[in-house]
C-alpha cells in the first residue's frame, strides 16, 4: 500500500496536472476563442454549462497541485473570465447550505473525500497556496453534513520531502 502515493503522484506528473500554472500562451478576455484556450491548456477535467448558453471549462492541478483554472467561454466560444478558483475570495464564498455540486462548480475537482461516522460528516479537502506559510502545504476543506455545506475550515501540512507538491 504504501505504493499508492508515489504511483498517484506519476501518473499526476504524467497526465501534466502536477504542473499547472498559467495558460502556455497568453489569452485574451474577449478576444480570445476556445479553439485557444484548448490549444494552451489541452483538454479540460470538467465542463460545465453555464445558462447564458456558454460554457466553463475546468481545469484542476488537484491531488497535489494547488491551482484550478476556471474559463468561461461565450456561447460564441469567446473567452469571457480566467480565474484560479483556490484563491481566498473564491475559498471564502462558500457558505453554509451549498450543496457538493454547486462547491464543486465553485472551487473545481477536490482532492479528497473522506466521510466521518460518527459525526456523520463527508469532508471534502482541496490543497491551497499558502499566504504566509512559507513552505507549509494548506488544505482548504469543506464539511458536508446531510447533503449541504455545514461549515469550512483550514489544516496545515508540514513538508515531507517524500512527496513532494506541485504548484
Known amino acids: 500500500m504504501r505504493r499508492l502515493p508515489f504511483l498517484l503522484l506519476i501518473l499526476s506528473a504524467l497526465?501534466?496536472?502536477a504542473g499547472l500554472r498559467s495558460p502556455k500562451q497568453p489569452?485574451?478576455?474577449?478576444?480570445?476563442?476556445?479553439?485557444?484556450?484548448?490549444?494552451s491548456f489541452g483538454p479540460p477535467v470538467?465542463?460545465?454549462l453555464n445558462a447564458d448558453g456558454g460554457q466553463t471549462l475546468e481545469y484542476?492541478?488537484?491531488?497535489?497541485?494547488?491551482?484550478?483554472w476556471m474559463v468561461t467561454l461565450a456561447g460564441d466560444g469567446?473567452?469571457?473570465?480566467?480565474?484560479?478558483?483556490?484563491?481566498?475570495a473564491?475559498?471564502?464564498?462558500?457558505?453554509p447550505g451549498l450543496t457538493p455540486e454547486q462547491v464543486s462548480r465553485l472551487l473545481g475537482r477536490e482532492r479528497s473525500r473522506v466521510f466521518y461516522r460518527f459525526s456523520g460528516e463527508d469532508v471534502w479537502d482541496w490543497?491551497?497556496?499558502?499566504?504566509?506559510m512559507g513552505d507549509y502545504l494548506?488544505?482548504?476543506?469543506v464539511h458536508f453534513k446531510d447533503g449541504v455545506v455545514l461549515r469550512t475550515s483550514q489544516s496545515t501540512v508540514f513538508p515531507d520531502r517524500r512527496f513532494p507538491f506541485g504548484d
Open 78 to 88: 469567446r473567452l469571457l473570465r480566467l480565474e484560479d478558483s483556490l484563491l481566498p
Open 60 to 68: 484542476s492541478a488537484q491531488p497535489f497541485g494547488r491551482h484550478c
Open 90 to 95: 473564491s475559498r471564502f464564498s462558500i457558505a
Open 127 to 132: 490543497n491551497v497556496a499558502p499566504d504566509s
Open 15 to 17: 497526465t501534466g496536472c
Open 138 to 141: 494548506l488544505r482548504f476543506n
Open 46 to 48: 470538467r465542463r460545465w
Open 27 to 39: 489569452l485574451v478576455v474577449g478576444v480570445s476563442q476556445q479553439a485557444d484556450v484548448l490549444a
